[in-house]
């Protein structure tokens, strides 16, 4: 179907009365609007715009927020919190959501203390491999497959989704992703990176070789730990952010992640030092290898 839906170009505005339900239906379904046409961004006004507006920053052309986020019910609650007990826990440690918080704070000895409800549960952020974050989002939960899949569902138009997707938890995404938009998550990979699939103690994950992505050729290559590496970064900034306001937070956050964006070496420059040979090229060879 989706081939054929491409190639189809969109009716007049006075034809959407005549378009039949059918294919209204799969242009929602594809995140299109009802012509067919990918939505543009919505204004930073607009009421569906509020939550994202203040919790994230996503500021890269392309990234604005363009559709709301819909309540699947009945399978959802008022806050998009699963009413299913095994659909947004961890594989590697078959903990839900709360489960996991509850034990993280046992763990750290501060379970009774209300201090904690008055703090976020911390920054997600999305990077390319080679290490550029595209932007952030405040988490007020643990950290579950909504905090992607509320990014990728509302920002995104569906060819500009990645063919590969690496999450650590991306088993429970998937299964996330594919319950509520199937259609518009169909070309998407999802893979769970080197680290964490490969881990050897008790929770290690058990979802299956399909999610490991040494079985890709197209990605045997890539640093699948690259979100591993930002999130390095910016847990030495932990003690600060946790005793600032949420609002200091975002300014604090929005900050270092630019800084360390523009302090980001050129994508090529390992190559040159790994090589060794770059002395030894011509000009001409290292014009059209290196585009400078």
């Known amino acids: 179907l989706l081939p054929g839906v491409e190639s189809l170009s969109p009716p007049a505005p006075h034809e959407y009365a005549l378009l039949p339900p059918e294919r209204i239906l799969l242009n929602e379904r594809l995140g299109l609007e009802v012509d067919g046409s990918e939505p543009g961004p919505l204004p930073r006004d607009h009421p569906y715009c509020r939550e994202q507006r203040e919790l994230g920053c996503y500021p890269l052309p392309g990234w604005e927020q363009k ?13 998009g919190r699963s ?25 750290s000895g501060i379970k009774k203390k ?6 976020t549960k911390g920054g997600f952020v999305f990077s390319c491999p080679h290490c550029v974050i595209y932007g952030f989002h405040v988490m007020l939960r643990g950290e579950s497959p909504r905090d992607p899949f509320t990014v990728l ?22 299964a996330y992703a594919m319950r509520r938009e199937p259609a518009f998550f169909a070309d998407v990979r999802f893979l769970i990176d080197r ?21 890709y050729d197209s990605v045997c290559w890539v640093n699948t730990s690259a979100a591993e590496s930002c999130n390095a970064f910016l847990v030495s900034f932990k003690t600060q952010a946790w005793y600032s306001s949420l609002v200091a937070f975002m300014i604090i956050l929005a900050n270092l992640i630019s800084g360390r ?3 980001l070496t050129r994508v090529d420059a390992p190559k040159l030092r790994i090589a060794g040979r770059a002395d030894t090229w011509e000009p001409a060879v290292r014009q059209r290898l290196l585009m400078y």
């Open 261 to 263: 964006n523009s302090d």
């Open 67 to 79: 559709r709301p986020l819909p309540q699947y019910e009945p399978f959802e609650d008022d806050l």
């Open 153 to 174: 569902y509302t920002r995104l138009n569906r060819r500009d989704l990645p063919l590969y997707l690496i999450h650590d938890n991306a088993c429970k995404l998937r």
């Open 83 to 107: 009413r299913e007990r095994d659909e947004e826990h961890r594989c590697r440690s078959g903990l839900t959501v709360g489960e996991f918080d509850a034990k993280v704070a046992l763990e």
């Open 195 to 215: 680290f964490h699939f490969h881990h050897t103690t008790a929770e290690a994950h058990k979802c299956g070789p399909s999610y490991n992505t040494d079985y």
């Open 114 to 119: 209300k201090c904690l409800q008055r703090h």
